[in-house]
């Protein structure tokens, strides 16, 4: 079965703490991307890479890093800089980026609450 | 101001009916238009696309774009109970946008 997996569906921290997110792809695609989504905002950008070893600050990367050392797998970290960091962490790929980056196809999500 | 404007709703329809939903952008550079739907805690997936204006008809589903009015349009005939979700309409220039969700519910 292709898809994207991530783990673990609910997560909980104390603030201060870093936490990194899992996030892997086998559907061979080159692009891939990390979202937030807060309840009235949908989604917000946070990452992207569009291949292995390379990556780009989406709309709200302050406080977050990310690397794609594999083309399969894009982990995300939430830093203890993040000032809001509570909310569900999406994470997607695609086959092609840019413009054709349209059809992406969505993990499960991960909740985040940090306390 | 929004690159993408979403009226969230909700939306509460009787089974049978149709759904009406629509998303305003500001950017002329979008190109390809889509509409992903959410069911609650799931990621999103996408349901249609289109490219440039006009429609499209897929099934129960029909997506419209009105490039000279930067606007899109989603119909659901016949609506299912089924098709209770939040459908977020999303838009690409060099990166996907989003608009914010409207959540829908179809009663039995």
């Known amino acids: 079965d292709g898809g994207i997996t991530q783990s673990p569906k609910y997560l909980f921290r104390k603030e201060g703490q870093n936490v990194t997110l899992s996030c892997e792809q086998n559907?061979?695609?080159?692009?891939m991307y990390w979202y937030r989504q807060d309840p009235g905002q949908g989604l917000r950008l946070i990452y992207y890479?569009?291949?292995?070893?390379?990556?780009q600050k989406g709309d709200i990367a302050e406080g977050y890093s990310v690397s794609r050392e594999k083309k399969e797998s894009f982990p995300l970290t939430v830093t203890s800089a993040q000032k809001n960091p509570t909310a569900f962490y999406l994470c997607?790929?695609?086959?092609?980026?840019?413009?054709?980056?349209?059809?992406?196809?969505f993990g499960p999500g991960t909740r985040l609450t940090v306390t | 101001q929004k690159e993408v404007e979403q009226d969230p709703g909700p939306l509460s329809v009787p089974e049978g009916a149709i759904v009406s939903l629509n998303c305003t952008y500001s950017?002329?550079?979008?190109?390809?238009f889509m509409w992903y739907r959410q069911y609650s805690r799931k990621g999103p997936e996408l349901l249609m696309y289109?490219?440039?204006?006009g429609n499209k008809e897929d099934g129960r589903f029909t997506a419209q774009v009105d490039k000279s009015s930067k606007y899109i349009s989603l119909f659901i005939r016949d609506s299912q109970p089924s098709d209770s979700a939040t459908y977020l309409c999303?838009?690409?220039?060099?990166?996907?946008?989003f608009g914010a969700g409207t959540t829908v519910t179809v009663r039995a």
């Open positions: 997607a790929s695609s086959m092609a980026s840019g413009r054709l980056s349209y059809e992406q196809y």
């Open positions: 559907l061979n695609h080159d692009a």
């Open positions: 890479s569009q291949i292995v070893n390379d990556f």
């Open positions: 950017n002329s550079a979008f190109q390809y």
């Open positions: 289109t490219y440039s204006s």
């Open positions: 999303a838009m690409v220039d060099y990166k996907l946008s």
